[in-house]
């Protein structure tokens, strides 16, 4: 796909990979082509078969569509917990006076075709029941990230403050 006739142009894999004479049947395949098309008044697509296939190869029904302006996506949400290393050995159960801070991170992709900003990572610590069993009282913390602006197609990561925050624990006696 290029959008210069050719001068340059960006290659994709129309086979996902499969191996010659692997597949049976219709295939059906998408292409994200927005590195090569994006923000181009024209751009011109060639097809080609190389090296040794098959006996023969068709395409048929191509369809070109226009992706959506805004469409930022949260990968990879993760609770940093001991995020310092502070403690090493790493604890099964951490005791509470040595409860390290929090940290949330999250890789986060604009797959839209404008930029997108003021982008945050928020999250909400919540306690949904107690010991009892009775209901918990809600978020106990929450902390946001600093805003992010991600360009199209770009990846970004959104990394919160450290955050250390006060638990609530109980302790049975009889």
Do not use: C
């Not at 009892?132 to 197609?153: D, K």
């Amino acid at each position: 796909m290029s959008a210069d006739n050719f001068v340059s142009f960006q290659e994709y894999d129309s086979s996902n990979a499969i191996a010659v004479n692997a597949a049976s049947g219709t295939i059906i395949n998408t292409i994200n082509t927005s590195t090569a098309a994006a923000n181009a008044t024209n751009v011109t697509t060639r097809f080609l078969a190389d090296g040794v296939t098959h006996y023969y190869w068709m395409i048929d029904n191509v369809a070109a569509v226009e992706g959506p302006e805004k469409d930022a996506a949260l990968q990879s949400p993760y609770i940093e917990f001991n995020y310092t290393y502070a403690y090493n050995p790493f604890y099964d159960q951490t005791p509470y006076d040595l409860f390290p801070p929090l940290r949330l991170t999250s890789l986060n992709y604009n797959n839209g075709s404008t930029t997108q900003t003021n982008l945050r990572l928020e999250g909400k610590f919540i306690r949904v029941s107690e010991p009892s069993g009775n209901s918990g009282v809600g978020i106990v913390h929450s902390t946001t990230s600093s805003a992010i602006q991600l360009n199209p197609y770009q990846f970004d990561t959104a990394i919160t403050t450290h955050s250390t925050f006060s638990l609530v624990y109980w302790e049975n006696a009889e």
